[in-house]
């Protein structure tokens, strides 16, 4: 192509047209051509653009005016425009200075591409994390803004011939329906050549039998041949472009050996054809890619209903909000304006917009959308409500909190995409014996070729194409992501949110599952049952304040019941927290003379008898304690629930073999109640997290262990477990670590969880043996040369659609 390039008069730059330096500048190569260019920025957009195929740029543009000449293509200068700060908030999230981003991918077609898009995204200064998912097409990206801009990210992934996009939902959907219509009109051609192609074939099998004029053999093989090209040359475009990447990728796919195969046949029967001697089989040609094709269709199918799935939250987002103005007035404005702050309206019926506080005295919300769960929840003046949940009582008025990519559903979305372009070690192991199986299948097709050579020249070639057909490993390299994906897709439907694909292949081995109490057993709503004073120095209000204050700076689930306890001030200082203990400081007392201070802590009842070694609780079920060096001065009991599922769960557990252990910081007697109400028989109380990471650690010598918690101060062990599990609201998601989220607080959406890990896992391995099954059975038949092509072309493909509707079971 660059042979054709205008090229731009005697001593002017071949990139901007501005004068040659004296020394003659730089030089740029395009196609083994060389250019000279004024200067390295001319050399550096000149090779961008060979590099992102767009030397139209310079075949088509004006330069009759030198100086009015564009310097970049319009196709750079669009992705340019990603750069704006304002225009990425609709579609990326910044978390301590890191951009994320999700991008739709067009010209994808294996996993190949997948490796070869991440090892060069990753190759950019400023990359933090990049993750592809072949299945759903998209990419997750983490960057550091201030070193790398998101039009580069883009320009890099467009130098290895791929489209990149930041997601949405309608463009996803126009994208699909572009491809569709890519694979249906190939298909089109395909099909109807083959059942031209295979009349033909009749003729030329009985003419066989019946001794065939050669004249009219002839112009039969000619008119195959002419019905054939178009398939080879138009329908069979995927899988040249999949095998010419995978190449580039250093990761043969299953496109390779159908290149060969195709190109191998075709080659060989137009060879027959022009000397009018031999055998031809364009019907095989035809037939193989019009199965082939129909096997990349219903996998386009299935693609596109796990990319619908992912994108369904998004898309029931309402484009279109009621804001008040400063008169109280309500305007139309897209959602995308709206700020932190407005005061928005929200009708019956109608979806929220965006996360926010609620200013009407009292709403009937329904978060199905978030956490699977079908119903209504009562929500009162200043509650949270959140983007996706629908209003279902009267109008309500909301002050803005969060828009687009800082609402709860834009972080639930990030975490499904994140599941999705995460594997488990099950699927990166069929990955691996794919691309393997590729080499073998060709190094085993170029033995059978020799082999029959010597038993029978004449079938050599033609049982050497049935090796590579029928040996073909689509089934395999389907295996995998298909169930992954469709497992998800039922996961997220029950509102169970994964971080880590690896779940799926542990969690159903697990038999030991740790439980937290407070949170996690328990509701972890908290309410001030009893407090008893024992200081008569301290007035009582006085001590309230101290508590208040301090609690105030805690996040622990007992601390929220302490932070309304008076309206009194106390002044303290030198905050200092102890993990799992409590909190001490220094204490400004009112009562107390000028300048005179107090060491205090508020916390468990251990922290206090560091202090006082010898202090028994008044209250039996008491939690909180404060105390001086020189004397305790009350402790609180604050009261909790059990979830109302909680017993029955834990018992379908145990019924399962499944050891259930209670680790909790509270005291014995605390968590033997809970203990006996539940029927837990294993209780480890009084524990700090590193009494509970010691615990767990011993476990995991008898094989993987669980634990679930309320991620707030089980970081430690919930990071060793091998399955970490939290319960919580969804507005606490975007600060938990843990491999799952319940977002449906239910104790007994765990049980739920394991079945559908259960079935996938199952699922998975029966993909993954029919796979192998197939593709190692049909070897030594296809070599025995009891295969013709078109049969193993049929068998390859129908390895695939099984593979396919396998994992479709997950959907139902």
Known sequence: MSASLPQP??????HCLQPLPSDGGYSVTIDDHDYSVCCYGCQAVAETIAQQNLLHFYQYRDTSNPLQVPLVPEELQQ????DDNELQKQFTRETDGIRTISLSLEGMTCSACAWLIEQHVKRLKGVQRVQVNATTERVQIAWRNEQLQLSQILQAIAELGYRALPFQSATQEQAFKKRRRYFVTRLGVAGIA????MMLAIGLYFGVVSDLDPQLRQFMWWISLFMATPVLLYSAQPFYIGAIRSIQAGQPNMDVPVTVALLS???????????????VYFESVAMFTFFLLVGRYFELLARQKAISASANLVKLLPAIAQREDSSARLTSVPVSQLQIGDIIQVLPGATIPADGELLTQQAGVNESLLTGESRLITKRESDPVLAGSINKTQPIRIKVTATQQQTVLASIIELQDLALSRKPKLARVAERMASKFVVRILMLAAATFLIWTVIDPAQAFWVTLSVLVATCPCALALAAPTAVTGAIHKLNKSGILLRNADVLQVLPDVKTIFVDKTGTLTTGEFSLQATHFHSSEHQPEAIKALVQSLELTSEHPLAAPLQQLTDQQAKVSAVHHESGLGIEATWHPHSAATNTTTPIRVGSLRYIQHWHPTFTPALDLA??????????LAEFYVG???RDDTKTAVQALQQADIRVVMLTGDRANLAAQVAEQLGIQHVFADCLPADKLAHLTKAQQDGPVAMIGDGLNDGPVL?????????????DLARTASDVVLLRNQFSALLEFRTITQKARAILRQNILWALIYNVGILPVAMA????PYIAAIGMSASSLIVLLNSLRLYR
């Open 623 to 632: 939690q909180v304690f404060v105390a001086t060096p020189t004397a305790v």
């Open 640 to 642: 909790d629930k059990l």
């Open 79 to 82: 992705l340019k425009a990603y």
């Open 785 to 788: 040369g009891f295969v013709t």
């Open 265 to 279: 046949a075709y080659g060989a029967s137009a060879y027959a054809t022009f000397i009018n001697e031999g055998e």
């Open 719 to 731: 990071a060793q477990a091998d399955v970490s599990i939290t319960f919580g609201h969804a507005a």
């Open 9 to 14: 008069p005697e001593g002017q730059c071949f």
């Open 194 to 197: 083959t059942m031209q192609v």
